[in-house]
């Protein structure tokens, strides 16, 4: 079998996106591939494609590959901060675009951030999460969930702000999942939990846990300023629990243009409006499931799987 090396600048330990997609990759891909996993490439011979998640973090091992495979496979997978901030200004990661044969973007409004000369490059792979039945759920309350680590990018203090708004409502509670990335935001959050006592930060959970937190919750909030297409959006949706995401292409790219749950990025008071009217308004978060259920059959893994699988064959045979 072809050998194939998976590059992503995270690591097992860093629990986050990009690793959990370098590690799904690699699991669709080994039925018919010999596939590695790498934070930065080593030059072994056998190699014949390369996967590179993140044009800047990964542009050392993109450039090395270049140079010592003129030829080769090339494809670089493009993450949030790749697509809405880095290739705007930063050199290694525009000069990734350039060096790549192929672009992965994951949700399909990714293509158009991209510049025009880059985009005949381009490819959608959505990602996916295999699908569960809804969990029924108590009425005494309404529970908010937040996933994402304590990081400027998910934009914690608009979820924050919106808790203030709530202390007045015994029946919305708020939980918080994710490790302090930055530790002034780690203060930020102790701070909110002692102002608001139906707010809670729960830190860093091991992956299987927090899909569980998001199967038991009414809502999934998502606050992020950019992002390049969420894999907990996806989990959220698939397990019947309804989003609210802020209106950014990112996020509209998987839910839809026209999907109600969102608000403006940063805008806690429309965040906290939402989260009312969840509660108050039964057929508003009936609305919601209605609209995350019709979105759910593109995130099926067969679907990824084979978008990944017909990438990689007509970049091996266009090499043969």
Request: glycine share 6%; aromatic share 4%; net charge positive.
């Amino acid at each position: 079998m072809p050998s194939l090396v998976i590059i992503t600048p995270a690591a097992a330990s860093a629990n986050n996106g990009n690793w959990r997609t370098a590690q799904r990759w690699a699991r669709m891909l080994r039925t018919d591939y010999r596939v590695r996993l790498a934070t930065r490439w080593d030059g072994h011979a056998d190699d014949a494609l390369m996967i590179a998640l993140h044009a800047r973090r990964s542009a050392a091992s993109i450039a090395a590959w270049r140079r010592a495979r003129p030829t080769d496979p090339l494809v670089v997978a493009l993450t949030g901060t790749d697509l809405y901030a880095d290739i705007a200004h930063d050199a290694q990661a525009q000069a990734s675009l350039a060096l790549a044969d192929r672009l992965v973007v994951l949700q399909a409004l990714g293509p158009r951030a991209l510049p025009p000369r880059w985009r005949d490059k381009v490819e959608v792979i959505v990602q996916s999460s295999p699908t569960c039945a809804p969990r029924r759920k108590t009425g005494r309350h309404l529970r908010a969930l937040m996933v994402g680590h304590l990081r400027g990018e998910k934009s914690p203090e608009t979820f924050w702000a919106a808790a203030r708004r709530l202390r007045g409502r015994s029946d919305i509670r708020l939980d918080h999942v994710g490790g302090a990335l930055e530790p002034p935001l780690a203060d930020a959050a102790r701070a909110c939990m002692a102002a608001c006592p139906r707010y809670r930060w729960l830190g860093a959970l091991a992956h299987a846990d927090a899909l569980r937190r998001i199967r038991q919750a009414h809502v999934l909030v998502h606050a992020s300023r950019l992002e390049g297409g969420a894999q907990v959006i996806i989990e959220a949706v698939t397990r019947g629990t309804p989003v609210l995401a802020s209106r950014i292409d990112g996020n509209l790219g998987l839910l839809g243009d026209d999907y109600e749950g969102c608000f403006e990025p940063g805008d806690d008071t429309a965040l906290a409006t939402l989260l009312q009217r969840c509660r108050d308004e039964p057929a508003m978060l009936a609305r919601l499931q209605a609209q995350c259920a019709a979105r759910a059959p593109l995130f099926a893994p067969e679907q990824e799987r084979a978008a990944l699988h017909a990438l990689v064959l007509r970049l091996l045979e266009m090499r043969r």
